[in-house]
């Protein structure tokens, strides 16, 4: 019987809450309580990493204190505990990281001076290796756990053996991620492991204060997963135990490990209070038991090393780490025109426009705005439909096309949404269609995971106002994953909501695309019919960036228009003339366009379907305005801030001296938007238009 059959782990399960021992291999004064999982030869490799890993924690805390490096978030204490999960791991798993995890990212593979590089202010730092499975830390607290979920389920459709390690602190525990991570790994049979450093503190706040379970590790229970707590300053221990959850979580069962080890160091080297709040006696405490030093005082029992080479160990070390810094000093500053570069897969008009504005000729470097599209629908068969039916072709027609591409959230799946946009994709395509639990920044979270696990998401949420709770994963992570990591890894997929009053219920009839619009590393899209609906969503998907879909739920059912059924596409960012005339130019997009419509007929107009906000197609609403003299502009969302402010901004910057009149607004107002009965109050009709055109005329 081997040496990892005869230990036994007291994982927690249902009914069997009350276990608080920690597992536990090496004691804190270096005697066994079961026997190593490992032989000696990779017990000396190991400690010859911890050793590392506190020499580079000592340098770069040194590195910050000198403004050399910024803020660093230090991980003595916790060396075993990272070094020890990652060694468990097989090189093709993958690891999803917290911002601590410093000794575990350079375990996995990452030169420990791109760390410095991060830490310094240079992005380049996260621009992960293509050889390493793991992707960039998190920075907001407990938000990367749910990409590991994504990657999990990737890794699940695809058919691998592959497990996901992610980790969190104690004080990650109490954030809703944490929860929706742990539910969404239940309900899927993922292949996760959610590791907790529970290193006693967030910050400030003690774990006692944190949670009032006996266990961070007995949560497990409540999500149908394995839990248990780990010596997190036992390597040993905390290797085995991760082997053998990661064998557990290969075959569809998640784990929750709890990581039982202490922070010794400060919070950040920009916050230096809170380590002085720590008990003197309960450091001294933890000194005690630190992971080094314990693994030390059984190769001195042993005799395995004499003092004298455990000594060259530490210089070893340290002039491994003085190497890495030296790297990281001879580093070639970043291109300045980094910060325009890798904000979508090729920078918009915009980004080039202002980064001639910023660097003049040095800009060209970014490339050329792109090339006129010329638009042409295919011949051939049509059918009638509405842009309900418009968009389900299009996703039926590119699923079929392309493999990678899935649909999910809340009722999209058996139900077919609420609306029915996604009826009859799962009967034809199976698991690539899948049902949620109520969690938008879960379903956020997971469509950054799948798209870097190799998929094309397409996330549905059930209504506008349904994606707020998801806009921190959208804003942070989707929208910024590209430039954050210099392009190693790109976002693309698909986020889909219906939107606009419908005299529905509170928080049903919103239009939040200015927070979109607003976000950089985003594309925004809004259909006004059912031609551009199929055409725009192909090319969405076909898009390399992660695109913002809005469906006016007002247009769902009508008007009915022949759309081909043969695959086409309509471009991104690319404006539509639908009416042509000379005195007054009228922007709309979305249900609205059929409001400027109306309210233009009795005039000579220019009418202009946007469909794209981001990136707005500046240039057709100018050239326009430059022949009529005049603009209005047409939306429902409220006016302060919103679309219209920025083309009015555009043409005043541009067009000015073409303009004969001030520019009109025809917005909804500043309100939160009423209920059934008041609603129509509020939303833009016809006459509302024709009433700003005949101002703007009157001049």
């Known amino acids: 019987m081997t040496a990892i059959q005869r230990s036994r782990l007291d ?114 730092g996260l621009r992960i290796p293509r050889d390493i499975r793991m992707l960039p830390f998190g920075i907001p607290v407990a938000s990367q756990l749910l990409h590991a979920v994504g990657l999990a389920k990737s890794t699940k459709l695809g058919r691998s053996t592959d497990v996901v390690l992610t980790t969190t602190g104690d004080g990650g525990t109490s954030k809703g991620d944490f929860h929706e991570a742990l539910n969404f790994a239940g309900v899927y049979s993922l292949p996760l492991i959610v590791g907790v450093e529970n290193n006693q503190y967030a910050i400030s706040l003690p774990r006692s204060d944190q949670t009032r379970s006996k266990t961070i590790a007995q949560k497990a229970v409540a999500y149908g997963a394995y839990g248990l707590l780990v010596d997190g300053n036992d390597v040993a221990a905390v290797y085995y135990s991760t082997a053998q959850a990661a064998e557990k979580a290969r075959e569809g069962q998640p784990v929750l490990l709890e990581y039982f080890t202490y922070r010794l160091s400060y919070h950040t080297t920009a916050e230096l209070v809170s380590h002085k709040l720590q008990p003197e006696e309960e450091l001294a405490y933890w000194r005690e038991r630190d992971p080094i030093a314990r693994v030390e005082r059984y190769i001195k029992r042993k005799k395995l090393l004499t003092d004298d080479e455990i000594k060259r160990v530490y210089d070893d070390a340290r002039a491994r780490v003085k190497e890495a810094v030296e790297r990281f000093r001879s580093n070639e500053k970043p291109d300045p025109l980094d910060i325009f570069r890798y904000m979508y897969s090729m920078p918009t008009p915009e980004l080039l426009e202002e980064a001639e504005e910023r660097f003049g000729e040095l800009a060209r470097a970014l490339g050329s705005p792109p090339a006129e599209y010329a638009e042409s629908l295919p011949e051939g068969e049509t059918k009638e439909l509405n842009i309900r039916n418009s968009v389900n072709l299009a996703l039926k027609q590119e699923m079929e096309r392309e493999q990678k591409i899935v649909v999910f959230g809340e009722d999209v799946a058996r139900n077919g949404g609420v609306f029915q946009v996604t009826r009859g994709l799962l009967d034809e395509f199976g698991e690539r269609v899948f049902d949620t639990p109520l969690a938008e920044g879960a379903i956020a979270g997971m469509f950054l995971g799948l798209s870097v696990g190799g998929f094309i998401p397409v996330a549905e949420f059930q209504f506008d106002g349904f994606s707020f709770p998801a806009f921190d994963q959208i804003f942070n992570h989707i929208a910024r994953f590209r430039n954050r990591t210099r392009g190693a890894y790109s976002v693309r997929g698909v986020v889909r909501f219906p939107y606009g009053a419908v005299h529905s219920l509170e928080h049903h009839s919103d239009s939040p695309e200015s927070y979109y619009v607003h976000t950089p590393g985003l594309k925004v899209v809004v259909p006004s019919n059912p031609v551009d609906a199929k055409g725009l969503l192909i ?95 047409v939306h429902e969302a409220p006016r302060t801030l919103g679309m219209g402010a920025e083309i009015v901004a555009r043409v005043c910057d541009k067009a000015i001296l073409s303009l004969k009149a001030p520019i009109k607004r025809v917005t909804g107002y500043d309100i939160v938007d009423p209920l059934a009965r008041l609603e129509d109050y509020n939303i833009p009709g016809p006459e509302r238009v024709a009433k700003a055109i005949s101002q703007v005329l009157s001049y």
Do not use: C
């Not at 204190?65 to 990272?82: C, D, F, K, L, N």
């Not at 922007?587 to 906000?613: F, P, Q």
């Open 11 to 124: 994982w927690i399960t249902e009914g069997e809450i009350g276990i608080v021992e920690p597992f536990q291999i090496i004691a804190p004064d270096g005697t066994l309580k079961g026997e190593l999982p490992f032989d000696d030869k990779f017990l000396l490799s190991l400690h010859r990493e911890l050793v590392f890993s506190r020499a580079f924690d000592e340098r770069a805390i040194n590195l910050s204190s000198v403004r050399e490096i910024g803020t660093y978030a230090p991980h003595s204490g916790q060396e075993a505990t990272q070094i020890g999960m990652i060694r468990a791991l097989r090189p093709t798993d993958w690891f999803v990281p917290m911002y601590r995890d410093n000794a575990a990212m350079i375990a996995k593979g990452l030169p420990p001076e791109m760390l410095l590089e991060y830490w310094a202010g240079d992005e380049r």
């Open 539 to 633: 090319s969405a998907l076909r898009s390399q960036d992660p695109v913002v879909f809005m469906e006016p739920k007002r247009l769902y059912d009508s008007p009915r228009v022949q759309v081909p059924l043969a695959e086409y596409t309509t471009p991104i960012g690319k404006a539509r003339v639908i009416r042509s005339g000379d005195d007054v130019t009228v922007v709309g997009y979305g249900a609205m366009t059929a409001v400027a419509l109306e309210g233009a007929k009795n005039y000579s107009a220019d009418v202009i379907d946007l469909r794209t906000l981001s990136p707005l197609d500046t240039r057709t609403i100018v050239e326009s305005v430059e022949k009529t003299g005049r603009l209005v502009v």
